[in-house]
């Protein structure tokens, strides 16, 4: 794999296919049978990451980005159509998916969330929302970090054992 000329190429690639790259490239990064492979991969993912940085700083066309669907109802029954909603949000856009059929494993879900938080999204969405994402710390992405934080030091408890945390220290004759 000549993981130099992928990454010359990406500055040209469209959007869709620098998410697609990514993907491949998380996905190599989480299989232990291609740990010759995670090296090019990893730089790979921190070319596509600037790519997407420096997109961001330029004017991105609009029909690259999501297309939000529209919230007024007006007329008629009062009824919301939502025939026309684009049924993908940044996490789907990413390739983020769980389930027993399409969905993708835990520790490439694992990456992708990480990813998406804590580094650059593809512009594929309009700068007042992308803002929200990616670039600089950002709410969401400091709201993740703690949440992970907080995740690898508190060990998981059964309802049982939490239901006994909970209660003061005074009051164990009801116990599960």
Same mark, same amino acid.
């Given at each position: 794999?000549?993981v130099?000329k992928?990454? %010359?190429? *990406? =500055?040209?690639m469209? /959007?869709?296919?620098? !998410?697609?790259?990514?993907?491949? %490239? *998380?996905?190599? !990064?989480e299989d %232990?049978? &291609?740990?010759?492979?995670?090296r090019?991969a990893? @730089?790979? /993912? $921190?070319?596509?990451? $600037?790519?997407?940085? $420096?997109r &961001? $700083?330029?004017?991105?066309?609009s029909n690259?980005?999501? @297309?939000? =669907?529209?919230?007024? %109802?007006?007329?008629g029954?009062?009824? /919301?159509?939502t025939d +026309?909603?684009?049924?993908?949000?940044v996490?789907q856009?990413?390739?983020?998916r769980?389930?027993?059929?399409?969905?993708?494993?835990?520790? *490439?879900?694992?990456? *992708?969330?990480? &990813?998406?938080?804590?580094?650059?999204?593809p =512009?594929?969405?309009p700068? +007042?929302y992308l803002s929200?994402?990616?670039?600089l710390?950002?709410?969401?992405?400091?709201a993740?970090?703690?949440?992970m934080?907080?995740?690898?030091?508190? =060990?998981?408890?059964?309802?049982?054992?939490?239901? /006994? &945390?909970s209660?003061?220290?005074?009051?164990?004759?009801?116990?599960?």
């Amino acid at each position: 794999m000549n993981v130099s000329k992928v990454i %010359a190429g *990406i =500055p040209s690639m469209s /959007l869709r296919d620098t !998410v697609n790259l990514w993907r491949n %490239a *998380i996905q190599i !990064v989480e299989d %232990a049978e &291609r740990n010759k492979l995670h090296r090019p991969a990893q @730089q790979t /993912l $921190k070319a596509i990451e $600037k790519e997407w940085i $420096k997109r &961001r $700083k330029q004017s991105v066309s609009s029909n690259e980005w999501f @297309q939000w =669907p529209s919230v007024e %109802a007006t007329g008629g029954s009062g009824q /919301l159509r939502t025939d +026309d909603w684009t049924q993908e949000g940044v996490l789907q856009y990413m390739g983020y998916r769980v389930g027993n059929t399409d969905g993708e494993p835990t520790g *490439i879900r694992h990456q *992708i969330l990480s &990813r998406a938080f804590q580094g650059p999204i593809p =512009p594929a969405f309009p700068p +007042d929302y992308l803002s929200e994402w990616g670039g600089l710390p950002t709410f969401y992405q400091g709201a993740f970090c703690a949440v992970m934080d907080a995740l690898k030091v508190v =060990p998981v408890l059964s309802i049982a054992q939490a239901t /006994l &945390r909970s209660r003061s220290a005074t009051d164990r004759s009801a116990r599960p």
